[in-house]
């Protein structure tokens, strides 16, 4: 596996279900992200993480909650989501924070 | 606050073309400008980056796009499309060097063959 992944790749849940989103990365960089992409909107900012600190909680609501247990990996644990949650979750990440970012192939969640 | 406006939502071009997208963003400080493009089914890709230097940047596939302080821009050019370039176009803007990569809502292209 190259660049970035994520699974599973696409997601129907709940609203009362809980679940994960998986990220990891190839490319031996220290700062992990996750993006929402909603229909019509830009890509929204939630989490950053560098050098497996979380440095940025765009003021995302609790019923997210992200990971980052080593410099590969970050996961995105969900639970009583919402409808309008409903969107494409990426996860990027960079060789430092003021880098490019290279993206993941995103999760596509639905809740129902 | 900050952030970045891409004017043109959809473009539709015949192959041979000329391409421009536009991008400016609000800020008046450092900011390090890049532009994205997603191809219909594919993960987001840099096109290219500008962080300082000469202000015309280029890219792969051909693609260049000019910095210009005084305008807030940060214009994507093709001198030719081909119909493989039919994809959404993401311009994205990081102010002071900071992890927050702020981005446009996007130009999707519609290249004719």
């Not at chain 1, 003021?59 to 909650?65: A, I, M």
Request: proline content about 5%; hydrophobic content about 35%.
């Amino acid at each position: 596996e190259t660049g970035v992944t994520q699974t599973p790749r696409h997601l129907v849940m709940g609203m009362t279900n809980k679940k994960s989103l998986k990220c990891e990365q190839h490319l031996g960089h220290n700062a992990m992200y996750w993006y929402k992409q909603s229909a019509k909107k830009p890509l929204e900012l939630m989490f950053v993480y560098s050098l497996e600190e979380r440095v940025e909680n765009n003021s995302v609501p609790s019923r997210f909650s992200p990971e980052c247990p080593n410099s590969s990996h970050l996961f995105l644990h969900l639970h009583t989501l919402q409808p309008e949650d409903s969107a494409l979750y990426l996860c990027a990440s960079s060789q430092r924070t003021d880098y490019e970012q290279y993206f993941g192939p995103g999760t596509r969640l639905t809740v129902t | 606050a900050q952030s970045v406006s891409q004017h043109n939502h959809h473009v539709i071009l015949s192959e041979a073309a000329s391409l421009e997208l536009g991008c400016n963003y609000s800020y008046g400080g450092t900011v390090n400008l890049f532009w994205y493009v997603q191809y219909p089914g594919q993960h987001l890709q840099l096109l290219l980056k500008y962080f300082s230097g000469d202000p015309l940047v280029k890219g792969i596939k051909g693609f260049e796009a000019e910095f210009i302080k005084s305008k807030f821009s940060f214009n994507l050019r093709k001198p030719s499309v081909q119909w493989s370039d039919t994809a959404e176009y993401f311009c994205a803007a990081m102010m002071d060097s900071s992890y927050k990569l702020i981005f446009g809502s996007g130009t999707r292209l519609l290249v004719r063959p």
